[in-house]
């Protein structure tokens, strides 16, 4: 299947298999508390958490925001005081290029 998409004065034709990325989506239902992930490529570059891992992540994709990224995952923790702990210990291993706090402790 062939989708145009126009943009002001001209139309960019792209081949976008429809079904294919039916198929492999994944079922987002509500909010997903946890811990998420940033990656670049195949380099983890942030690592976030909040209540709500959708939004949070759709936050790093604002133009203003310092974070490039290609793709994304998370683990769902519902208890915040365990998603909080799990963030700093992952930061500390893992010492990713945009996570600034927690590199100390």
């Not at 960019?12 to 492999?24: A, G, T």
Request: proline fraction near 1%; hydrophobic fraction near 35%; charged fraction near 30%.
């Amino acid at each position: 299947m062939v989708v145009s998409i126009g943009y002001a004065f001209r139309a960019v034709r792209m081949n976008i298999d429809v079904q294919k990325m039916l198929n492999e989506s994944i079922r987002l239902e509500g909010n997903c508390s946890g811990v998420y992930f940033l990656y670049d490529g195949d380099e983890l570059v942030y690592i976030g958490k909040g209540w709500n891992c959708f939004l949070r992540v759709a936050e790093h994709t604002r133009k203003d925001s310092d974070k490039k990224f290609t793709s994304w995952s998370y683990v769902r923790i519902e208890n915040e005081s365990e998603y909080v702990a799990l963030e700093k210990q992952l930061i500390k291993r893992f010492s990713p290029k945009y996570n600034k706090t927690h590199k100390s402790v």
